[in-house]
Each structure stands twice: as structure tokens, then as C-alpha cells.
């Protein structure tokens, strides 16, 4: 009996269960990934994402090849192409892992799954390591991540027998439609690329990690950039927790400074886990609010104005524009950086999540809808459990930039700019010969927009039905400690707390 074994967002041959499934069956394999023109017509989707998972393709060909069974690539719609191959070989049986994707491929399993039953095909799911599907509740969800975590990893096969099968071309983006999205300093694809980088973290770059990662500049070489690399499957979870354990053993007891890092390290894998259950448990999350109290609070039709602004970098406010400049030619910017920029569209430009998500999965390279999704709702206060957080975006300039070598990199226009005007030109004495003219003018006053932002929000939280409801997202979606639910804030009469020197903050797409 032969076997389809469908790559999607796991390319990679080295402890991967699917494939290592695939083998156990005996029969001949060939091995698919499906170039979907309708997936990357999406607003989620863009060319800076296909021309990095190009680049992982073209590396898993050649590891596929090495095992006798290249990689077959083929254009089109999953159920055609599927019916196709299975039409024309003695294929019964698909194989994949369980995706957790956006509502587009969670639609098109669906409809993969009810072509597989008509026709009597087989199609076998191999659970994620951090996913658990049809799961019922959080508790001992950490549990059984860490379970899964702690098993051997699987050594790719020995061999594979392959379905005579032309391998066809790896399609370009312009072949699937997409536009023009240049990324200059974009990180490159692969599994070469991956384990490089973990191996260049754990023993050189991540030894100020707890340190370094809230600043853009220092964060760039000091996080591990691992998140493309597992967001698209060329490493897997398991074996960046299990390289990072070893890690975390052999400097034990040393005083080279590594231990707080990798163990911050590690709690960043966790959380990665964490918000994906949410996207898996929950599928509307990518599309209405957490809690619905929040449904309708900020207009539905944004702001154009303010909207390509903020994607521009062109807000008039510097360390907002640094960021998103910064962001759209790298595909990369460290978490609380990702942080501010969702709350400074929320708050400050009062728009809603789901016109400045989609753009912001557009830029990010490493852009995984599991945590994507969950992270915009929680940094844009709609889910009825976080406490507001509403970033000052002149603080955290001074706070991350208080050189403003990044500012300035990013926003060049800034140069006769004094030092001690910097993030705010518009104190400085010579500001008419700058804003509005080579600079924009801010568009918004901060403190007035954020103190508005401020009564709006904490004004929906009154009531005991916002509270009924809010209990019951902590009891499904909240992180667990010790059996019980994490910290959250579901007392509209309490006052929100001060915020700490370092708030523990989750990042959106995780960069870790």
C-alpha cells in the first residue's frame, strides 16, 4: 500500500513523527507539499513568507532526496491535486500532522477530509508536540507537553521507497500571485540555517538573553531568531527544549551567566506552546473578539488615515516608526517592540486588531497564527482577562533606545535632531523646519489618546456579566500553575495594578 506523506508547516525529515508514521507502514512514499494559490491570496499572507519557505523546500528536496524520495511539489488546490495523485497510484493512504493553522487551512482540511472519506482514503493526523486536539481543559495540559517533550528524538529514516513521481518546480512568488514585498535583510530558510542558529545561540549569542531581548538593538543578535525556523518546521519544538535542557546542565553551577538566560529561554518555548493550544481550542479567535463585551469597540471601519500611518512608519512619533521600518525590511523585531506597536494601534490610534493583524502577519516573517492571533488580542485588551497594558511609546524609547542609534538608523530624517529631543521633536526649538516637511507631524497627542483608550476599556470590564463570561475564557484558555489558573484580571472593581520595572510580556509570534 503506498502512502502520500503531505508536508505543510514541518519541513524537515529529523524528528518528525509524521514521517517516521509514513515509514512504519511499509509501501512506497512519496513525499508532497502543495503550493496553494488560494492560501497565499489571504491578507495574512505575503512574498517575504513564500520566498523563506522557497528556501526550506529546496533544503528538504535535497534531505528527502539523500533517503531515495525527493520531494514532489505541485501548485494547485489540495483536494484536485490529492485526487489527482491517488487517481493515478496505488495510493491509499494519506499521512500529515495535525495543522494549527488559519481559518483558510482549517477549512481546507475540512474539505480534505470529507474528499479522504468519499472516496476511501485513509488520512492519518500526527499530533504537534505542544498541541493537543479536542482538548477539554487546560488541566494537565503542561503535563503532557513536557511528557512529549522529554522522548527521544526521532532519526530520520534509513531509506525511503519512492512513488515514481516527477518532483516539478518550486513555484515563485509571483507564480502564486503574490506581490512585491521586499525584505532585504530577511533571514534565509532551511534547516542548514536552523541548526546554525541554535547552535550559535546556545553557546555564544544567548548569554545575555534575559538581558538584552526587550531592546531592539541588542536584542537582534542576542534573541536565539529561531521563531521562522519553528513556525515553518525546519527545527522542531522538541529539539530546540531538549538542546537548551543540555545546555542549561552543562553551564550549571558556572558563573559564565548562562543559567537565568536559557532558563528565560525555555519559558519562551513553553509560552509558544501555551498560546497555540488557545488558537487550537478556540479557531474564532483569529477572526472575534475573546470576549464579546469587547465586540464593537472601536469603529469596525478604521481610521485610513491613521491605519497607513502606522504601517508606513510615518506616525510622526520616532521609536513607533523605527520599529515598524525596522520590522518591514527585516522581517524581524524583538517582543516588547511588537508589543508596543499593537498597542499603539489600539490605543493611542484606537483601531481595531483585526485591521492591524493582518499587517502585521504580512511583515513578520516568522508569522504563526496560533500565536499571532491570541498575542494582537491580548496586547489590544480584548480578552476580558489580561490587564490593560497601554505602552508609552516616548518611554520606551528612552527606556530601550537611550542612545537612539536605532531611532536614528531608522528614521534618518531625525538627524539635526538634539539627542535630548530625539523621541519627542516636537519639543525642540527647531521642529517647524522638520515636521511636516521632511518628518511627519505626530498624529496623534500621546497622553490624551491613551487617557481616553484608558476610560474606554476599563468601562466595558463593569458588570457582573463581563465578569460571568470572563471567568469562563480563565477556566478555557488561561495558563495553569500548580493546577490552578495563571494571573489574570477579571475584577472590573479592582484598580489596575502599577506596572513593574519588567512585566512579564509574551510575544507576538513569539521571537524568542
Not at 528536496?61 to 531515495?68: I, N, S, V
Not at 497607513?308 to 523605527?322: Q, S, Y
Not at 493611542?348 to 498575542?375: C, M, N
Request: glycine share 8%.
Amino acid at each position: 500500500m503506498d502512502t502520500i506523506l503531505w508536508f505543510k508547516r514541518d519541513l524537515r525529515i529529523a524528528d518528525h513523527p509524521a514521517l517516521a508514521h509514513a515509514a512504519a507502514l511499509g509501501g512506497r512514499i512519496l513525499p508532497l507539499y502543495i503550493a496553494e494559490p488560494a492560501l497565499w491570496a489571504q491578507p495574512d499572507a505575503a512574498a517575504r513568507h513564500w520566498a523563506f519557505i522557497a528556501e526550506c523546500l529546496e533544503d528538504l528536496r535535497d534531505a528527502l532526496a539523500t533517503l531515495g524520495a525527493p520531494l514532489v511539489v505541485r501548485r494547485g488546490d489540495a483536494v484536485d491535486i490529492l485526487a489527482d495523485l491517488t487517481g493515478r497510484h496505488s495510493i491509499r493512504t494519506l499521512v500529515s500532522h495535525e495543522e494549527t493553522g488559519n481559518a483558510w487551512t482549517y477549512a481546507r482540511d475540512r474539505r480534505v477530509a470529507a474528499w479522504a472519506g468519499a472516496t476511501g482514503i485513509t488520512w492519518t493526523q500526527i499530533p504537534q508536540m505542544d498541541v493537543i486536539r479536542r482538548l477539554d481543559t487546560r488541566d494537565g495540559w503542561a503535563r503532557r507537553r513536557e511528557q512529549v517533550l522529554r522522548r527521544p528524538i526521532l532519526p530520520a529514516p534509513s531509506g525511503l521507497d519512492p512513488v515514481p513521481e516527477d518532483p516539478g518546480p518550486i513555484p515563485g512568488a509571483r507564480d502564486l500571485g503574490l506581490a512585491p514585498d521586499p525584505c532585504p535583510d530577511r533571514q534565509a530558510g532551511g534547516r542548514a540555517m536552523a541548526l546554525s542558529l541554535l547552535g550559535g545561540f546556545l553557546t555564544e549569542r544567548g548569554r545575555d538573553y534575559r538581558r538584552a531581548m526587550s531592546t531592539p538593538l541588542e536584542g537582534a543578535m542576542a534573541c536565539s531568531r529561531l521563531s521562522p525556523h519553528l513556525a515553518w518546521g525546519t527545527l522542531s519544538m522538541r529539539e530546540a527544549q531538549q538542546a537548551a535542557t543540555a545546555r542549561k546542565a552543562e553551564v550549571a553551577g558556572t558563573r559564565e551567566g548562562w543559567t537565568g538566560s536559557l532558563k528565560s529561554f525555555e519559558a519562551r518555548l513553553a509560552w509558544r506552546g501555551h498560546f497555540m493550544q488557545k488558537l487550537e481550542d478556540m479557531p474564532a479567535i483569529e477572526t472575534r473578539c475573546l470576549h464579546s463585551a469587547y465586540e464593537g469597540l472601536r469603529p469596525k471601519t478604521p481610521d485610513a488615515t491613521r491605519l497607513a500611518a502606522w504601517e508606513g512608519g510615518e506616525t510622526g512619533i520616532p521609536f513607533v516608526d523605527a520599529c515598524m521600518r525596522s520590522l518591514i525590511a527585516t522581517g524581524w523585531l524583538n517582543f516588547r517592540m511588537r508589543a508596543m506597536l499593537v498597542s499603539f494601534a489600539s490605543y493611542h490610534l484606537w483601531l481595531d486588531w483585526r485591521a492591524t493583524g493582518p499587517h502585521l502577519a504580512r511583515v513578520f516573517t516568522d508569522y504563526e497564527p496560533g500565536i499571532h492571533w491570541p498575542q494582537v488580542q491580548m496586547q489590544s485588551g480584548t480578552t476580558g482577562m489580561n490587564t490593560i497594558r497601554i505602552y508609552n511609546p516616548v518611554k520606551q524609547g528612552h527606556d530601550q533606545d537611550p542612545a537612539g542609534a536605532f531611532t536614528r538608523a531608522w528614521c534618518p530624517e531625525l538627524a539635526d535632531v538634539p539627542d535630548g529631543h530625539l523621541h519627542t521633536p516636537w519639543t525642540w526649538d527647531g521642529a517647524g523646519s522638520l515636521l511636516g516637511r521632511t518628518y511627519p507631524e505626530p498624529v496623534i497627542d500621546i497622553a490624551a489618546a491613551a487617557r481616553a483608550a484608558r476610560e474606554r476599556v476599563w468601562a466595558v470590564r463593569k458588570g457582573e456579566a463581563f465578569r460571568d463570561e470572563a471567568r469562563a475564557i480563565v477556566k478555557k484558555h488561561a495558563s495553569r500553575k500548580d493546577g490552578g489558573a495563571g494571573r489574570h484580571f477579571v475584577n472590573d472593581r479592582a484598580k489596575p495594578k502599577p506596572r513593574r520595572k519588567k512585566p512579564r510580556t509574551s510575544q507576538l509570534s513569539l521571537d524568542l
